[in-house]
Structure formats: structure tokens, C-alpha cells
């Protein structure tokens, strides 16, 4: 039997919540799985992800396959570089010092990236400002020239 990690979707019609399952690869998406791992919420902002760890690495480690959706989850999440440094040999704390790590790292990128947004943002605004003034100048220094061409 091959067990796939994917969604499984619960929620309303256009506001999906999913479930992250184990299942057998031939049961269909919203049908039978083996055990729930996980919720993804795509709704929220930023979306929410709560995975049970131990629980994705143990289905990881017998052998499930995630699919593409999840696998870019368990990596937001810093699950597949814990599993990688895990089969790298090193010990509970050398692991736990690089998911530190990481994870200072990566919230150092977000913080930078929330900020080159709220300027793109300025910059836009500013942009639209001058484009506003611009056309009021233009009518008058055309009406200028309506004027003395009239004459």
C-alpha cells in the first residue's frame, strides 16, 4: 500500500480549510485516510499551517510521498530541513542550534520583505500623486497655446 501525505478539503463553498492526511495514494481526496496530520488554512493572512511534527516525520520516515502542495508546507515549516539534518547524523542539539537558526533567518527575510513592500507601496502612491498634478499642468499649457493660436 502507498501512502501519500496530501490535502484533504473540508470548509464552505469558497472557503476551504484543509486537512493535511496520510492516506492511501488510490482512496479520493476527501475520502478515506489513515491519520490526520495537520491543518492549512489558505483563508487567513498570512495562511495558517499547524502540522504535528513527530507525526510528519514518522510517515515521512516509513516511506509516504507528499505531494507538491504539501511538500512546499512541510518546508515553510522547516520539517523537510529537519528530517535532512536528522538523516545527516547529527545530534538532537546540533539540530535544534540549526533550526534556530533557519528560523532567525527567515524571519529576518520576511521582516525585509514586509518592508521592501511597504515602500514599493509609497512609491506607487507617490507615482500616482505626480500623475494626478501632471495632467492639471498639461490642460493649462494647452489652453495657453489654444489661445494664442487663436489670436
Known amino acids: ?24 495514494e488510490r482512496s479520493p481526496r476527501d475520502g478515506k485516510f489513515i491519520e490526520a496530520i495537520g491543518v492549512y488554512n489558505p483563508i487567513t493572512n498570512p495562511a495558517t499551517i499547524d502540522i504535528k511534527e513527530d507525526r510528519a516525520l514518522y510517515w515521512l520516515g516509513v516511506g509516504a510521498q507528499p505531494t507538491t502542495t504539501v511538500k512546499s508546507l512541510l518546508s515553510k515549516q522547516g520539517i523537510l530541513y529537519k528530517r535532512e539534518l536528522l538523516k545527516s547524523g547529527l ?43 501632471v495632467p492639471e499642468t498639461e490642460g493649462t499649457v494647452s489652453e495657453n497655446t489654444q489661445e494664442e493660436s487663436a489670436e
Do not use: T
Open 91 to 133: 545530534s538532537e542539539e546540533e539540530v535544534a542550534a540549526k533550526l534556530d537558526e533557519w528560523l532567525k533567518n527567515k524571519e529576518a527575510k520576511m521582516i525585509s520583505k514586509s518592508a521592501k513592500k511597504a515602500e514599493e507601496v509609497k512609491a506607487k502612491k507617490e507615482e500616482k500623486k505626480i500623475e494626478e498634478e
Open 1 to 24: 500500500m502507498a501512502v501519500k501525505i496530501r490535502l484533504r478539503r473540508m470548509g464552505k463553498k469558497r472557503q476551504p480549510i484543509y486537512k493535511v492526511v496520510a492516506a492511501d
